[in-house]
């Protein structure tokens, strides 16, 4: 059904003239008259007759004209759905207890009146093809690993490197240490279950893994964080990675250790992804939020993937504290 014949319908209904009804649509009379007619042979009844005195309802006319309202405020409630800045910003984060959900909790405070749609996505390449397809507005991932390509249009800018961290129990052997070396970690059983084949955060422990000689197990079942912190406090051996801002709680008496990495120290490069023609208003919005925050760099020198993209482009292995 046309709207614009059904939107010209109802001005004539309510201006009870074609005439008035073409001046408040800029239409001629006439071509109020060819929509009107036009709307009248698709439903197959009158709906107007003209008077002397203008233009009155017939009464297939009077029963239309409700449903005729409800059509236009569906189109409008349906314009009004995609409008920029109408609806939530829809964006993807590893993990809801990861840190870059952190930042987007701070976003939120700093900026309640802009709705958030927050959703997780099993990977980069999920997560890049959202952003290419308008599924999702931003997504934050680590980029570009190995055999990894970003679309025509998906910008990149990186907006934390963020420290690793050593998480033990209480009895683990570097449990009182100040700080570790990552090489002094070979031979020490590193616990990750929740590394999954193919995802950008297995790409990078992989790479550091290779880098340093270290052992990452991922075996066993991941029942979750809860599970982990369980095994890990009980254990004298086993001991996993942390960021530094990941927001986690463990209960009273398990007195877990957080012992951060150095000389080097392993930073995971996070980035934010979206697309370029993406009109959205809360986006700028949460991109000058993100280059407003500022992340004091580890003291020393650092390491990140050779792969990671970051602002300069460089490769390098170690790059300079604070870059």
Known sequence: MDLNAVRTFVAVADAGQFQKAAVDLSLTQQGVSKRVAALERELGVRLLTRTPRGA??????????????????????????????????????????????????????????????????????????????????????????????????????????????????????????????????????????????????????????????????????NFGVEALIDTIAASS?????????????????YEMRLIPLRDPTPVYPHSLLWHRDNPHPALTALREHLTAVRHEPPDGEIWTPAWARRVSGSGSRFPCAGR
């Not at 970003?150 to 052997?173: C, K, Q, R």
């Not at 051996?237 to 008496?253: E, H, I, M, N, S």
């Open 237 to 253: 051996t086993l001991a996993t990675f942390l960021g530094a801002r990941t927001p986690l709680v463990w209960p009273a008496g």
């Open 56 to 221: 009155e309802l017939t009464i297939d006319g009077q029963a239309f004209l409700a449903h005729a309202r409800s059509l236009l405020q569906a189109e409008e409630r349906a314009r009004a759905s995609v409008r920029p800045g109408s609806r939530a910003l829809r964006v993807d984060v590893i993990g809801r207890r990861a840190s870059l959900a952190g930042l987007l909790r701070d976003f939120h405070r700093g900026r309640p009146e802009i709705a958030l749609d927050v959703v997780t996505l099993p990977g980069a390449e999920e997560a890049i093809a959202a952003v290419r397809d308008g599924t999702i507005d931003a997504t934050f991932r680590a980029v570009t690993m190995p055999g990894q390509r970003i679309p025509d249009g998906i910008e990149v800018s990186p907006v934390h490197d963020e420290p690793l961290h050593l998480f033990t129990g209480p009895a683990h052997a570097f449990a009182a240490a100040a700080s570790v070396s990552p090489a002094r970690l070979a031979g020490h059983r590193i616990w990750m279950p929740g590394n999954v084949p193919g995802t950008e955060w297995t790409a990078y422990y992989e790479a550091l893994a290779a880098e340093f000689g270290l052992t990452i197990e991922a075996t066993g079942p």
